[in-house]
């Protein structure tokens, strides 16, 4: 039996950074997650900072006004079938290419990012009052990138940013946290080629690295402590990519 | 806008346990990983341990040398159609209750426990030898719940005990970790009810805790370091329960 062939890593560190106000179109997120890691005691460098989708779309003003909504004929049939807000429906048919599927008053649809989720990613909880919808970013991987630029540009060194949001899975009840954006980072590690214990090749073990951090930090994100963003300390940000890179060619795509 | 209803939770710590020798049939593997826990320094209390699928199938000799196995027909079609080793395709079968998907080489299985995966979990790789296929553990809670046992026998105290095996996912590239059993921790943690930052009842959010601890502990569990387990500090055991309650009724699944 062979020598395992990689080091054994260090610990991880998982921040909650829960010192944030209300965000609001046009905030400067990267200051106000400056703040909130000052006042944890953190430093933005040679880490991971996974920011929550709801935070960086109302910074970017992603918000719709259920009042502003003109329902369609079939938004209107699917929210009477489904006891829905029409106007909530209308606007997640606007935001998804294709819906996926529609039984049991759930819609699942494939967003215009490529992502399938429940509703398009159209949510009004946390929203900024009871009539808002808050959309997903128009490009997370970009606003992943925009971040961390500002970071950046305000002095921190070695940070990787991820966007994450709350998806629910086929099979499973619950929840889970997955990366819908990324910068500074390789959203997969590839270890096809390399060795395992044994000496034997491994074949096929490409792990979502980005994923497996956006879950981490959803320990912490509990929903109603008001913690929108969580800093990984010792894992190391490594390589670069985007979370589009990520999405399975339909060809290759069993449960489409 | 009201205030938070929930505390800012502690920073967790993830410590990856390495110092663990081949694991084979019989091995003791709550003293091997209290063992483990005193290299690392940390002490097994009130925090989450999860354990690789692979080390506890090991210890309980979850193991089937393939030269024993006469595949079936439908083994030598399958195999031969998909250039895979009969034997291993027949173990494969043995372990699924149904096939989900089976199209470009892929086998997507339903186990008798009710996991969907690729390969019902029969996997070749960090195997005791070329020639032998580990298995997934019989009943994997009770797998957790004997372990947990095993280690409250030894002294340690408020443990949780996961077993984390790595599946793929429709729709994303990539593998993630996730929790196939678990005891002393409830797999789902239920927030519907509670009140969000705005005010506004929380609907439907059921986080799947179990699943995001793997997938946490999954970013140390690096295939070829040597890291069969981890032990996660400030997320404290919560509620009682067992993976199989996470597994959706097939009457509400739309991915059947």
Redesign the interface.
């Known amino acids: ?1 062979s020598e ?6 260090q ?6 950074l ?1 010192a944030l106000p ?1 965000i609001g179109p046009g905030d400067d997120l990267a200051a106000l997650l400056c703040r909130a890691a000052e006042q944890a005691d953190v430093t933005f460098a040679r880490g991971v900072l996974v920011v929550c989708q709801k935070i960086v779309s109302k910074a970017e003003g992603r918000l719709v006004e259920l009042a502003e909504i003109e329902p369609s004929q079939r938004a209107l049939q699917i929210a009477e079938q489904d006891g829905k807000d029409a106007r909530h429906v209308e606007v997640i048919l606007r935001e998804s290419d294709r819906i996926v ?1 529609h ?2 008053g ?1 819609m ?1 649809c494939q967003t215009r990012h490529g ?2 989720c429940a509703n398009a990613g159209v949510d ?7 009539e808002v919808a808050v959309l997903l970013p128009e490009d997370c991987d970009a606003s992943a990138e925009n971040l961390r630029a500002a970071l950046e540009a305000s002095g921190c060194r070695d940070v990787a940013v991820i966007i994450s949001d ?1 998806f629910g ?10 990366a819908i954006g990324c910068a500074g980072i390789g ?2 590690a590839d ?1 096809r080629g ?5 000496g ?1 090749d ?2 096929v ?5 980005a ?3 956006a ?2 930090a ?3 994100m ?6 929108p963003a969580v800093w990984i300390e ?2 190391l940000p490594d390589g670069e990519g985007h979370v589009r ?4 060619d339909p060809a ?4 489409r």
């Open positions: 039996m395992p062939t990689a080091k054994i890593p610990p991880i560190r998982l921040v909650p829960g209300a599927r039984a049991h759930v699942i992502f399938v009004l909880s946390n929203a900024p009052g009871p709350t899975r086929p099979w499973r009840e619950g929840l889970v946290d997955v959203p997969m270890v390399q060795r395992d214990w044994t034997r491994l074949q073990t490409i792990t979502a690295t994923d497996q951090l879950a981490a959803g320990l912490l509990v929903k109603n402590a008001g913690v010792g894992h890179q990520t999405l399975r290759s795509d069993l449960f």
